[in-house]
């Protein structure tokens, strides 16, 4: 071959290889780009962090709106699509940065094992609450994007969520955790319903005074908190007010996500177009319907507000906490979509969904006193039940007197899994008998709920601070053991708005630190000793008219005595079973006790004998087939 030839074909075959090298540069140089953050572990959050347009929170193209990421988990048969959401530069917690290309989708997989995910990102104006989107343009970038995660068990242990699993509505009156099967009790705090007027998050706002510090909890503050502060020490006291719950047993808090028009005003997820100051000025003096017309911007979402609320909320999760996202006010439940269910309500459930629900153990509440035409109150059910990947909890709460509310939505009417109830009597004596009516209609329509008092006693008491009712008798009987007694499956608790540490102004939950004790009793005799998840209410099983009853008749029985009751009987049957009986103190909790009568055989109607002390306080007997 002509040496010419081969020097042809040598620079022939440089050139190709010179091509390909530049093709395959400039293909790996347009690859879409992504990282992964968090721990490949079950029940734990994992983070799929995007390469995305460059947009910004006020950018002409609404990031929030006109951009739709969806992503598709895959493992083993089953399929979640979980909403993602712009996140400006991925770090806006620490950055407060209001712009970026990094768009986020937050996955807590309940499998080990191997996940294929398949993105979904489109563009088009509205395109984030479009109800069908398969002829939507796609936004390039990562749409189309496939991969997959390789899943390990969890390492978690105790309290911590991420051992017990996603807390799931089972079609029974108890939530259920995923992994542990437990099923759930909860109690804990319904108030401050502003919890999340918080000084050390960004762009906070001071109407009425209102903005909180929370000060007192700085010394509860833990060190296990430490990875989730922001900005240096931002966040401390916070965690440290959620440490304290924990440390009391509590498991529940409750807050606002949205109330421009309410009682507080301080707490949103929006962009203000006008400054703060402006803003406090007008909240201050006038009802705040126009301020939310024209002082916000309502499909626009402040990232980094949202980014150390989500700080919060994970702390929580390490913690135990049920997080009860109260999703409206009365008062504002009306302004988006000038009171219907439009492209402003849908967004603001997207960005909610998309940001926090990978959460294992929350409920959305659509409403707190919600006076939505029902109508609304089902469209509105409807959308968050089909866009929830997970199937959160779903609950309303209503005003004390309106709960009838409830039988048009109980049973096939909604996509409702349970009522948050509110309650108005000063002494909880109204609470027994209205979980007992909504557990019994809620079964006779095929459904049964699970039942809540998310707001007991009347408004201006509720429950009282100790240095004004040191014993708290009204509360535990009425409504403690008055909501356990009757199968609902918890109690959080409201402060009322004439004390101290009130409804709005609380920074302080060691404000009813005894009473929490008596909390963690009633907890832990149901935890400890019974089957409450077998069990009913069974009232009609004793011989007065006052004790309750909680039983699974034939193998266990839960009495409770009032305040100034010696004894009851009880009516067992006639099967000559031996049962024991033992005694259990709800005001200072401890093991069981013998009380005067050790057994019985049953035979008819019983007497249950005295108790250990024979005083006339308020005690549990606890009645069991010996087998």
Known sequence: MKKSKLKFLNSLSQLLLFVFLLFFLYSCSNRPKYNIQGELKKWHKIELVFDGPYSSELDSINPFLNYRLDVSFTNNGQTFVVPGFYAADGNAAETSEVSGNKWMVRFTPNQIGEWKFNVSFKQGNKIAVAKDITSAESAVYFDGLKGS????????????????????????????????????????????????????????????????????????????????????????????AINYLASEELNVFSFLTFNVDGDDRNVFPYLLKVSDAEYVEYANVKKNREAWQTMFYKTRFDVSKLEQWERIFEYAETKGMFLHFKTHETETDHLMDNGEFGVEGKLYYRELIARFGHHLALNWNLGEENNQPIDVVKKVANYVAELDPYKHHLVIHTFPNKDDRYAELIGEQSPLTGASLQLSDAEFWDVHPRVLKWRKKSEASGKSWALAVDEPGKANIALLPDDEDLEHNFARSGALWGTLMAGGFGVEWYFGYNSPNSDLTCQDFRSRDLFWDQNRHAKTFFENYIPFWKMKPTDELTTDTISYCFSEPGEIYVVYLHQGMETTSLLMGNSLKKYSVKWYDPRNGGGLMDGTVKSVIANGTMALGNSPDEKTNDWVILIQHEK
């Open 149 to 240: 995660l390789t899943i390990v068990e969890s390492d978690k242990t105790g309290i911590d969520n991420r051992a017990n699993g996603r807390l799931n509505y089972v079609g029974e009156p108890y939530l259920k955790y995923e992994e542990s099967e437990k099923y759930f009790i909860k109690v804990g705090v319904d108030a401050p319903e502003n919890l999340l007027a918080f000084s050390d998050f960004d762009a906070p706002s001071n109407v009425f005074d209102l903005l909180k510090k929370w000060g007192p909890h700085q010394k509860d503050f833990n060190k296990d908190a430490r990875e989730f502060l922001w900005k240096g020490e931002k966040g401390k006291n916070l965690f440290g």
